[in-house]
């Protein structure tokens, strides 16, 4: 079964500084996707980044970057500049390549950006 | 991108009552959409699989009698929460892909999600 886990309840940052939040997968498919959304106090959830387990290369969008070590199964999503807006949850998520390729995520993390 | 409508974005009715939440794809047709659970403070817990023209594929523990999901036609599923209670009360968020299949870099579109309060 799969499993993803984040270690983070919460993060502080510093306006523009860069922050790291934390995810580690387990699964036994060799092939995966990895998903980082942010999900503000509205509740809609904002897709940010997504990884596939073939790729050789480490996912950026933006500001956004994700540092994918796949021996170690984490999939970290790094954000740079960090801005007041970016102070929401954020979930990793997997989508399994079977079935019906649904999304589990994991508990998220709470990142608080203070001026 | 994919837009996915949610209604309604809240909703309180009384105990006992049933309350339908509607989830449409406005500009694709997803054959699969999901229903996810989302208690305060706490992650997206995946209910059931809702696949057009067939019946819905529930996870463990979620009562299908509870949660009667819907998928008549590609662009609408419905999760109906019958005689609902208090602890039904929740924020429930559907998901569709766009294309529907492959692991690829497609992410799942969200509707706005249902904050339902049962009193």
């Known amino acids: 079964a799969q499993k993803i886990t984040q270690t983070q309840p919460g993060m502080f940052v510093q306006e523009k500084e860069a922050v790291t939040l934390d995810c580690t997968y387990d699964?036994?498919?060799?092939?995966?996707?990895l998903f980082w959304y942010k999900q503000p106090s509205s509740g809609e959830m904002i897709f940010l980044i997504y990884q596939g387990s073939y790729d050789q290369q480490n996912a950026t969008e933006g500001r956004y970057s994700l540092n994918f070590q796949k021996a170690r199964k984490s999939a970290n999503l790094v954000i740079s500049a960090s801005q007041l807006g970016d102070s929401a949850m954020y979930f990793c998520?997997?989508?399994?390549?079977?079935?019906?390729?649904?999304?589990?995520f994991g508990t998220g993390t709470r990142l608080l950006v203070s001026p | 991108g994919a837009v996915v409508s949610q209604h309604p974005s809240w909703v309180i009715c009384k105990s006992g009552t049933s309350v339908k939440i509607e989830c449409r794809s406005l500009?694709?047709?997803?054959?699969?959409m999901f229903w996810y659970r989302q208690f305060p403070k706490q992650s997206l817990m995946l209910m059931a699989t809702?696949?057009?023209?067939?019946?819905?594929?529930?996870e463990q523990g979620v009562e299908k009698d509870k949660f009667l999901i819907n998928h008549a036609s590609l662009t609408l599923s419905t999760l109906t929460v019958t005689s609902a209670h208090p602890e039904d009360s929740s924020f429930y968020i559907c998901s569709a892909r766009d294309p529907p299949t492959g692991v690829g870099n497609t992410e799942a579109f969200f509707g706005q999600g249902t904050r339902l309060t049962v009193v």
């Open positions: 998520a997997m989508r399994e390549a079977t079935g019906f390729q649904k999304l589990v």
């Open positions: 699964t036994s498919d060799p092939s995966y996707g």
């Open positions: 809702s696949n057009e023209g067939s019946k819905a594929t529930y």
């Open positions: 500009d694709f047709q997803a054959t699969t």
